[in-house]
């Protein structure tokens, strides 16, 4: 069986594959936000078929990354990743303000995320929450403390992805996807796990 241990391009990102793409028959392999944390797994595509995905490690794949391209079957695999929506805080607003003004706003947001136990991350002027519960309840918590000067909203999780490091992706993603499946807009696909042994044999196992 054929390991693939690369990703060609990212139909998303360069006009060019998107291009080669058109006449292909492409099988997607849906990625829940957990098993795209990781850089080895044994993914199944939409036509059924396996695919034994020995990436380097560390690699952070991408919603639309290409492992396999033949011109001369005319046979496409890419990657498509299934991110919850994230809740993106934006204190931008609360720039131009006093000192006091920003860190009351900030202690104030601190103390309403703390209270309902959210995992964030922090970038720039931007708080980045995963969808832990029912968006609805999420932003009725947000409602409820009326922040002036702070603005919110959902966001696609791909969206996100460019904007973080892998520990940060991990943070936010990396657990939500494993444990709250059917929360939000959330869909389960079976992935099975495959670790190789010293002579290169790959072993699965389902996680």
Same mark, same amino acid.
Do not use: C
């Given at each position: 069986?054929?390991?693939?241990?690369? &990703?060609?391009?990212?139909?998303?990102?360069?006009?060019?594959?998107?291009?080669?793409?058109?006449?292909?028959?492409?099988?997607?392999?849906?990625?829940?936000?957990?098993?795209?944390? +990781?850089?080895?797994?044994?993914?199944?595509?939409?036509?059924?078929?396996?695919?034994?995905?020995?990436?380097?490690?560390?690699?952070?794949?991408?919603?639309?990354?290409?492992?396999?391209?033949?011109?001369?079957?005319?046979?496409?695999?890419?990657?498509?990743?299934?991110?919850?929506?994230?809740?993106?805080?934006?204190?931008?607003?609360?720039?131009?303000?006093?000192?006091?003004?920003?860190?009351?706003?900030?202690?104030?947001?601190?103390?309403?995320?703390?209270?309902?136990?959210?995992?964030?991350?922090? +970038?720039?002027? +931007?708080?980045?929450?995963?969808?832990?519960?029912?968006?609805? &309840?999420?932003?009725?918590?947000?409602?409820?403390?009326?922040?002036?000067?702070?603005?919110?909203?959902?966001? +696609?999780?791909?969206?996100?992805?460019?904007?973080?490091?892998?520990?940060?992706?991990?943070?936010?993603?990396?657990?939500?996807?494993?444990?709250?499946?059917?929360?939000?807009?959330?869909?389960?696909?079976?992935?099975?796990?495959?670790?190789?042994?010293?002579?290169?044999?790959?072993?699965?196992?389902?996680?």
């Amino acid at each position: 069986m054929k390991v693939y241990t690369e &990703v060609l391009g990212n139909i998303n990102r360069d006009q060019q594959w998107k291009e080669k793409l058109k006449n292909m028959e492409t099988d997607y392999i849906f990625l829940d936000q957990w098993t795209a944390q +990781k850089s080895r797994f044994l993914g199944k595509g939409t036509s059924g078929e396996e695919y034994p995905i020995a990436l380097k490690r560390h690699t952070q794949v991408a919603d639309g990354d290409v492992i396999d391209f033949n011109p001369d079957t005319k046979k496409a695999v890419v990657l498509k990743i299934e991110l919850s929506p994230v809740l993106v805080i934006d204190l931008g607003a609360l720039a131009d303000k006093d000192h006091e003004t920003i860190i009351r706003r900030s202690v104030e947001l601190g103390h309403a995320i703390g209270n309902q136990h959210w995992p964030a991350v922090v +970038k720039g002027t +931007k708080v980045y929450v995963p969808l832990t519960v029912d968006k609805k &309840v999420m932003l009725s918590v947000m409602e409820t403390h009326n922040l002036e000067g702070i603005s919110y909203d959902f966001q +696609k999780g791909v969206e996100i992805i460019p904007y973080l490091a892998p520990h940060e992706i991990r943070r936010l993603f990396g657990g939500a996807g494993h444990d709250s499946h059917g929360l939000g807009e959330h869909h389960h696909h079976a992935t099975t796990h495959i670790h190789f042994d010293e002579n290169g044999i790959a072993h699965e196992h389902s996680h």
